[in-house]
Nanobody, 119 residues
Framework: QVQLVESGGGLVQAGGSLRLSCAASGSTFSFNAMGWYRQVPGKQRELVATISSGGSTNYADSVKGRFTISRDNAKNTVDLQMNSLKPEDTAVYYC?????????????WGQGTQVTVSS
């Protein structure tokens, strides 16, 4: 059974940095894409950043220039370096892995890690 396990969340002051890490276990394949999403209570989960197996990245406008996503395909891990954090970055951050199927995709999710940015 494939599991994604996040680590690195916590409490930080505005302007500070955090690094989130996500490791996949139980997988016999490499994810086609990996990424990070976040969610605050009462709102939909939103994309933060994604990275393909080839290294192409995509960022939400709100984090461009502040966050950097990276992955290690051999280890099936994905990291998110978050700099210049703002209170509005406070959310539960979820790791995501995507396996492409012939007729669609299969998404795997971590359990989430809390990031709190104080003003």
């Amino acid at each position: 059974q494939v599991q994604l396990v996040e680590s690195g969340g916590g409490l930080v002051q505005a302007g500070g940095s955090l690094r989130l890490s996500c490791a996949a276990s139980g997988s016999t394949f490499s994810f086609n894409a990996m990424g990070w999403y976040r969610q605050v209570p009462g709102k939909q989960r939103e994309l933060v950043a994604t990275i393909s197996s080839g290294g192409s990245t995509n960022y939400a406008d709100s984090v461009k220039g502040r966050f950097t996503i990276s992955r290690d395909n051999a280890k099936n891990t994905v990291d998110l370096q978050m700099n210049s954090l703002k209170p509005e970055d406070t959310a539960v951050y979820y790791c995501n892995g995507v396996k492409a199927l012939r007729n669609g995709r299969l998404d795997y999710w971590g359990q989430g890690t809390q990031v709190t940015v104080s003003s």
